[in-house]
């Protein structure tokens, strides 16, 4: 089945500094992208998605591409704030066989991120 | 308005017990989905409604889970004859149709002791 894999955290960076955080994924078809953040003692938001190849998600300063070629959607971010420590995860929105999507969503492992002041 | 709201928020029980976890998603939302958070684990897919109907329960780990939605909102996860494995954040989360933007409650954590 479709699967994600994550940069392996936590990361732990100063303020001002630039962040990546890799995520690469496995599937079938040609799934939308997206990246949730997980602040502390708040639910899952949607930070931004992609739903097409080439297709730049932006938000907050975040940004991804979705890469077909190298099946990649890595977040960046040129300098991360303090509020900015939070968990990040990656994920897939698999396609049914006949290529139309429920909106199940498959995650990656999540990464912990720690911005220091 | 209101987002997504689960209950209760924590729930501790014995292994062996049966639990019930409630959602209640946002007005409106005809998809809802249940997920289940935990060390081990990470985040993982339990079941898809649309509706009243589940058109996707292939996360649902064994026959001990299931979950039903009545009157296109509210929905409840029953897990029965606990184990201690089950321990996790239960989180449901609803979008307007299937495939749009899923909106996430608070989770539920539940600790099988």
Known sequence: GDSVTQMEGPVTLSEEAFLTINCTYTATGYPSLFWYVQYPGEGLQLLLKATKADDKGSNKGFEATYRKETTSFHLEKGSVQVSDSAVYFCALTELNAGGTSYGKLTFGQGTILTVHP | ?113
């Open chain 2, 1 to 113: 308005g209101a987002g997504v709201s689960q209950s209760p928020s924590n729930k501790v029980t014995e292994k062996g017990k049966d639990v019930e976890l409630r959602c209640d998603p946002i007005s409106g939302h005809t998809a809802l989905y249940w997920y289940r958070q935990s060390l081990g684990q990470g985040l993982e897919f339990l079941i898809y409604f649309q509706g009243n109907s589940a058109p996707d329960k292939s996360g649902l780990p064994s026959d001990r889970f299931s979950a039903e939605r009545t009157g296109g909102s509210v929905s409840t996860l029953t897990i029965q004859r606990t184990q201690q494995e089950d321990s996790a954040v239960y989180l449901c989360a609803s979008s307007l149709k299937a495939s749009n933007e899923q909106f996430f409650g608070p989770g539920t954590r539940l600790t099988v002791l």
